[in-house]
Structure formats: structure tokens, C-alpha cells
């Protein structure tokens, strides 16, 4: 009788780490997909033979394909809006400051894509710059939790595409880094990572704007108070509860 390996694999925005876990937020993918288990797999296998480069069908790694894989995502987003389709790149990261993606980036604003951008550290990109950037926002959230996990999403025709990643928008982690992003396939998680989104950009009390003049000022709608750590906890303790009952 042949035995069947069942391989379980968690990928995550961040790492194990005991004196962070308490004071950072990631986001963590626990699964048993085999396109996702059988690809951190080979990963492992590289970093025990680093002679030995496989192919990868659904992660993609640093520095070997995420440069062109991020290019490839944007570029379509300026095709769809080239074509008067909706078009969108939403990212949440640390940093944001490689050339060649910022001029992507750059390229899909003036192309008519909107972009929204939540950088909690260095953003080298400037929004809101006419005939520059005038389709990107950016703000920054700075709280109680260090604000570290990473995730990326693209409208690709209706059909989102979302992705966690280890990685940053930055050369050192783009070219120099072993660095993994991990496609989301299942619909939920999708729904999820999309909501937090969506709760962190409408933070009215922690949020910081990004802007042309670097005035880097705190935003303040006057509506009711939303605090995205909280929001965010709150959401995912409901999402908890119906999973309980």
C-alpha cells in the first residue's frame, strides 16, 4: 500500500518571533493546498541546495520572479484601463521605495488606475502629483501594533488577485532577499484580507496622509471615530464567534 505524504504549510507576512508576536500585526496563512504545500516544499529544498533553482507555478519568490511578477500585475491594470475597464492596485507594506516599480506605478496613475496605498514606513513614491500621480493615495498607520503584515491586491478584470508576501517594495527584498508571496485562492480569506483593507483606509483617528507637500498630517474627517486596530480586532473576533457557534 503507498503511503500518501499530507504536507500542511504556513505562510506568513512576518516571522516566529516571541519577543514581537505581542506587539505586531501579520497575517498568517495556514493551509493544505497542495499548489501552495508542494511549492514550500521546494523552497525549503532550495535553501538546503541553493545550486538547485525549481520552477514555481503559484508562490513566487525573490529575487528570481517577484520583480517581473509585480511589473506583469501593474502592466495589466493599465491595459484594463487602457480598454475603459475598471482597473485598481491596492497595497498594504513597511516600505515602498523601488525605482522601477514606483515608475510602474507611476505609469498606472496616469493610465487611469486607481491606487490605494497604506505604507507604514518609508514611501519614496509622492501622490497626488498632477500628470504624475494624481490616481494614488497613500496613508500611513501608526498605533498601539506595530503595523507589519503585507498584502497586495489587484483588480485583474473583476477576478482580484491577493497575495501575502514577506517582502517589501524595496531592492533589498525585490533583488537580494530569499522572500516568498503566496497567492490567495480561497474566496473567504479573499473577502477577509479585502475587508481589513478597506477598515485600515477609512481609519480616521491613527491614519496619516501621504501627500505632494510631505505635510504628513493626521486625517480627521469629523465623522464618527474609526480606529482601524480596533475595527480590525472587532471584525475578526465576529468572524471568530460565527465560526464558534
Not at 525605482?99 to 497626488?128: C, D, H, Q, T
Request: charged share 25%; net charge positive; glycine share 4%.
Amino acid at each position: 500500500m503507498n503511503k500518501i505524504t499530507q504536507r500542511y504549510a504556513a505562510v506568513g507576512t512576518g516571522n516566529f518571533n516571541e519577543d514581537t508576536a505581542r506587539i505586531y500585526t501579520d497575517h498568517l496563512l495556514l493551509t493544505s493546498n497542495k499548489k501552495i504545500t508542494n511549492e514550500v516544499f521546494k523552497v525549503f529544498s532550495f535553501l538546503s541546495m541553493n545550486y538547485k533553482k525549481d520552477n514555481y507555478y503559484h508562490l513566487v519568490l525573490s529575487p528570481f520572479f517577484l520583480r517581473n511578477k509585480i511589473i506583469s500585475l501593474i502592466e495589466n491594470e493599465i491595459k484594463n484601463a487602457e480598454s475603459g475597464n475598471k482597473a485598481y492596485i491596492y497595497l498594504k507594506l513597511n516600505h515602498l521605495t523601488d525605482i522601477e516599480i514606483i515608475e510602474n506605478l507611476y505609469k498606472a496613475s496616469n493610465s487611469g488606475v486607481i491606487i490605494k496605498l497604506i505604507i507604514r514606513g518609508m514611501l519614496s513614491l509622492v501622490p497626488g502629483v498632477k500628470n504624475v500621480s494624481e490616481n494614488i493615495k497613500a496613508i500611513g498607520i501608526v498605533d498601539r501594533f506595530l503595523e507589519h503584515s503585507r498584502f497586495l491586491i489587484f483588480c485583474h478584470g473583476g477576478d482580484e488577485k491577493v497575495y501575502i508576501t514577506s517582502a517589501d517594495l524595496m531592492s533589498r527584498d525585490l533583488d537580494y532577499r530569499i522572500e516568498v508571496t503566496c497567492p490567495i485562492f480561497d474566496k473567504s480569506i479573499k473577502n477577509t484580507i479585502r475587508r481589513i483593507f478597506d477598515i485600515q483606509w477609512s481609519d480616521n483617528v491613527k491614519e496619516r496622509i501621504y501627500d505632494e507637500k510631505q505635510s504628513n498630517q493626521f486625517f480627521m474627517d469629523g465623522k464618527q471615530p474609526s480606529r482601524s486596530q480596533v475595527e480590525v480586532y472587532n471584525y475578526i473576533s465576529s468572524i471568530n464567534e460565527k465560526l464558534t457557534e
